[in-house]
């Protein structure tokens, strides 16, 4: 087995130097001395031990990644985690880190927190579910690195998200620049931060293009998708129909849709139908779905670059980052009155 000591002896140079070169230390080293050092080492075909290097360095140049919002059977078919994901991988590339993903479920901070105590990781990026902060608590307290996607906000725990005040009045001013005035909303699980972002949104857009908003005209269901047919159906049974529905999501928008044509509407017809996220059954359904996109991949890579930062002890890192959301305009959404 070929060692750093042969690769020394070969271009006639101290150890040190060698690791020096091989590490990319910052340490003075001639361009022909470095030069001789890298083709001894690609004569002997010797590969430095990364392992002993990230001991030496007090680095496993490993960043883990902990979803908290789903358990690890269902990050598979979590279109919301794999577009995270996705950002996380493409900007751990770049910087040349791996990724550990913790399969780990989320059993409160007693149980749970000794799981990420071991230090296998440099920092953790942590995917938060929207209602629960015990999980940041524990874990900003175990002295790690540490990054999360999620609209709850810790102090001292920088975060990335998307605007999501932003994205719901995105919805209602293209609803309103398509002529409707009786926009109605189902929003999601009320216990989520996320829904009282969009629901702020929505009535700031609302007052601002000057639409009424009564109280009835708003409903709630779950973000999976249940209930919302029957929320659709009491939104469209009141005597003021509206012409136009905002979902809180696209599960519940194409429950809507679906109800809606249950009901002998046509969409975008007699409805015009709006949902939120850009899932992939957004684009398959008939009519598409207009909706608006979360920018997941750029959250997931927002956070992963941060976190380097934080590991590097960098004093400017952006406690909060808010991404712009981006309207899709399909074929559920149309002018007032026009024939689907």
Not at 53 to 66: M, W
Not at 185 to 213: C, D, K, P, W
Not at 286 to 315: C, F, H, N, S
Request: aromatic residues 4%.
């Amino acid at each position: 087995m070929v060692t750093i000591h042969d690769v020394a002896r070969a271009s006639g140079v101290a150890i040190s130097t060698v690791s020096n070169v091989l590490t990319n230390a910052n340490r003075p080293v001639s361009a022909a001395v470095r030069e001789k050092v890298l083709r001894a080492a690609q004569d002997l075909n010797y590969y430095p031990n990364t392992t002993a290097q990230a001991l030496v360095r007090r680095r496993t140049d490993t960043i883990g990644v902990v979803s908290a919002l789903v358990s690890a059977s269902e990050i598979a078919t979590n279109s919301y985690i794999l577009g995270i994901m996705q950002g996380i991988l493409a900007a751990a590339e770049e910087a040349q880190q791996n990724v550990t993903l913790y399969t780990h479920h989320w059993r409160g901070a007693r149980e749970s927190s000794p799981v990420f105590r071991d230090r296998r990781t440099d920092g953790l990026l942590l995917i938060v579910p929207p209602t629960d902060s015990d999980i940041l608590a524990a874990l900003s307290s175990l002295s790690v690195p540490l990054v999360t996607v999620s609209a709850i906000e810790v102090a001292g725990v920088p975060s990335v998200d998307v605007d999501d005040r932003m994205g719901a009045s995105l919805a209602v001013a293209h609803l309103a620049d398509l002529g409707h005035r009786r926009i109605a909303y189902i929003q999601g699980n009320e216990n989520h931060v996320s829904t009282r972002h969009r629901l702020g949104g929505f009535l700031t857009e609302m007052a601002a293009r000057g639409l009424e908003m009564p109280a009835d005209a708003i409903r709630s269901a779950d973000y999976d998708g249940g209930g919302a047919a029957e929320a659709c159906a009491a939104l469209l049974e009141r005597p003021e129909r509206p012409t136009a529905l905002f979902a809180a999501n696209d599960n519940i928008a194409v429950a809507a849709l679906r109800a809606a044509k249950d009901m002998g509407l046509r969409v975008p017809g007699d409805l015009s139908i709006i949902g939120y996220d850009d899932a992939p059954s957004a684009a398959l359904v008939t009519p598409a779905l207009t909706t608006i996109r979360q920018p997941l991949a750029a959250m997931g890579a927002a956070a992963a670059r941060t976190l380097a930062r934080v590991i590097d002890g960098k004093e400017s890192v952006e406690m909060r980052q808010l991404l712009q959301p981006e309207l899709v305009v399909r074929e559920s959404t149309a002018p007032i009155g026009r024939s689907a």
